[in-house]
């Protein structure tokens, strides 16, 4: 991962655009709908810069200058002088979703984008704001962290009462809140790898790795297989004892004939 994906706030903040013409137009509707406020170069409160201009000259002598002023930098079709490049998002207010390519290619952001816009259901971000609106409820209802994310995660999992590409999800959420949802002891997945290629993964194996609350990495597992799973899963190495963790456990093995999933 060549940059860290960051969601910026900027609604009600001036951020400096400069350049005329379709690029900076683009640009200039980017940051008003996010509800920033375009400003000039002159703007001493501003933390972010776009750069717009066709001349190459014109385009590095403006980057520099902002650089020196310690903001962070965008320049169009330049992204060996960016500080950040915008991806292609696909807005299901208030969930997002970034599609970026490190500046590599915008024709390809842009359609893997249209692949995913093609599959969210347009009251995903309804669901956001019920789930939201029902945080109080949820925390009252599951004390402890750890059990609220794993009651949480299965209500969202495919086939389940939150499944959020199910348009009619957003309508369950009281019923789910006051049905009586047990709670889920640890249950462990052995996982047998037929590779270490991460593109041998299939659909089932990289669900349960994104679903996974403690990873045990058993052998020489290669780093972009465990990267598949959530950032804050736990990952010990080994194999999982006779007293596995709460949660889902996978346990990660290499070099098995037959693949899980």
């Known amino acids: 991962m060549n940059q860290l994906p960051l969601f910026v706030s900027l609604r009600g903040k001036p951020v400096v655009l400069l350049g005329e013409g ?7 509707r980017l940051i008003e709908r996010a509800g920033g406020l375009c400003c000039g170069e002159d703007c001493g409160d501003a933390r972010l810069a776009f750069i717009a201009l066709e001349q190459e000259a014109d385009a590095v002598e403006a980057a520099v200058r902002l650089k020196e002023r310690g903001l962070l930098v965008n320049v169009v079709d330049r992204p060996e002088l960016c500080d950040f490049t915008t991806p292609a998002i696909v807005d299901r207010d208030p969930l997002l979703v970034a ?40 925390r009252a209802k ?51 790898l037929a590779s270490n290629d991460p593109e041998e993964l299939t659909l ?14 058993d052998g020489a597992i290669a780093p972009e297989i465990a ?35």
């Open 22 to 28: 379709e690029a900076a137009e683009a640009k200039r």
């Open 99 to 138: 599609v970026g390519t490190g500046g590599a290619s915008a024709g390809l952001a842009k359609m893997v984008r249209q692949a995913i816009e093609r599959l969210l259901p347009e009251r995903l971000g309804a669901l956001a704001l019920a789930l939201q609106a029902a945080r109080g409820r949820m």
């Open 142 to 192: 599951w004390p402890d962290g750890a059990q609220r994310r794993r009651q949480i995660d299965a209500a969202l999992s495919p086939g389940g009462p939150l499944d959020p590409l199910d348009r009619a999800s957003v309508e369950r959420v009281d019923n789910w809140l006051g049905s009586d949802v047990g709670v889920m002891m640890s249950r462990v997945e052995v996982i047998n």
């Open 204 to 217: 089932k194996q990289a669900s349960l790795l994104a679903r996974a609350d403690h990873i045990f990495i």
């Open 227 to 261: 990267n598949r799973a959530r950032a804050d899963a736990v990952r010990s190495q080994g194999a999982p004892t006779e007293h596995a963790p709460d949660g889902l456990v996978i346990h990660l093995r290499l070099g098995h004939e037959r693949a899980h999933g």
